[in-house]
């Protein structure tokens, strides 16, 4: 469980993370969306400890985030952003087994948690000798998913995990994805821009605008319930075009 308690962020006197307090349930997938600029991805670099607030507190898993604890708390943590952000001077290999060297486990330990993986996001063996510029975007995608996973993390936080997909590959991966935190129950936090997205992933959607929260709840709630404006035109903004084609489309059916 992640606890957000009134965290603020500053960047070049521009305040980004406003008074921010949320909780983050075990076991749930949380979808934050928001405009562009509203502080979607700072927020999950405070929670893997990359930035630091400015004011507020932390907590992982009961545990205080500070300078100290970071280290050990990003252990918890694995992070997904788009495009994989995988080391291409390593093989996929060596990108998902990094973290697990670096603590010591031995061979054995690596090959069967690499085999557990390629089961797990259908990553055909071969790719794994492969340098990432050499993966389609679905096979990066699934390296860094293992990366994060290696682990076996309670946490994981993803940036715009599809964001670089073609819409296929994309929906292939979200349905998959979809399967995979359901089984390993773990504590997700995804960002996106897309409002089907996350509707289709989340527990509960967290609506910030301008690095503070505008609403949350489930699709229903935000689509139903609006307790802004600013929701609303956010919605509309990626709905209204959709159900504008399927009225147009009915009128013409029905002449
Ligand atoms: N390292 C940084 N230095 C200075 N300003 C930053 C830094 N990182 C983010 N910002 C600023 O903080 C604000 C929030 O950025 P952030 O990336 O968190 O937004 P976002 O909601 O994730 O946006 P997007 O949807 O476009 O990815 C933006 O105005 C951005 O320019």
Redesign the pocket.
């Known amino acids: 469980m992640i606890r957000l308690e009134r965290l603020v962020k500053h ?2 006197g ?1 305040t ?1 993370i406003d008074d921010l307090s949320a909780s983050f349930e075990e076991s749930r997938t949380t979808v934050l969306i ?1 405009p ?8 999950l670099s405070l929670i893997m400890g990359i930035e630091q607030a400015d004011q507020g507190r932390i907590w992982l898993d009961g545990e205080l985030l500070t300078a100290a604890t970071a280290m050990n708390a990003r252990r918890k943590i694995g992070y997904v952003i788009q495009d994989g952000g995988l080391f291409p001077h390593l093989s996929a290999r060596g990108n998902v087994e990094l973290m697990a060297r670096e603590c010591g486990w031995g061979e054995q330990a690596r090959k069967a948690r690499l085999d557990e993986l390629c089961e797990l996001t259908r990553l055909p063996r071969e790719s794994l000798d492969k340098s990432p510029l050499e993966l389609s975007g679905g096979q990066r995608q699934r390296v860094s998913l293992m990366r994060a996973l290696m682990l076996n993390p309670k946490i994981l936080l993803m940036d715009e995990p599809f964001g670089a997909l073609d819409p296929m590959i994309r929906y292939e991966l979200q349905d998959e994805l979809e399967g995979i935190f359901r089984d390993l129950a773990k504590t997700v936090v995804l ?1 996106t ?1 897309d409002i089907a997205e996350a509707a289709f992933f989340a527990d509960r959607i967290i609506l ?1 605008v301008d690095g503070r929260i505008a609403q949350q709840g489930s699709f229903i709630d935000l689509q139903q319930r609006p307790e802004a404006p600013i929701v609303t035109r956010f919605l509309q903004a990626q709905l209204s075009r959709l159900e504008a084609i399927g009225a147009r489309a009915e009128g013409m059916l029905r002449r």
């Open positions: 960047y070049e521009a980004v928001g562009s600029g509203s502080g979607k991805s700072t927020l960002v821009h910030l």
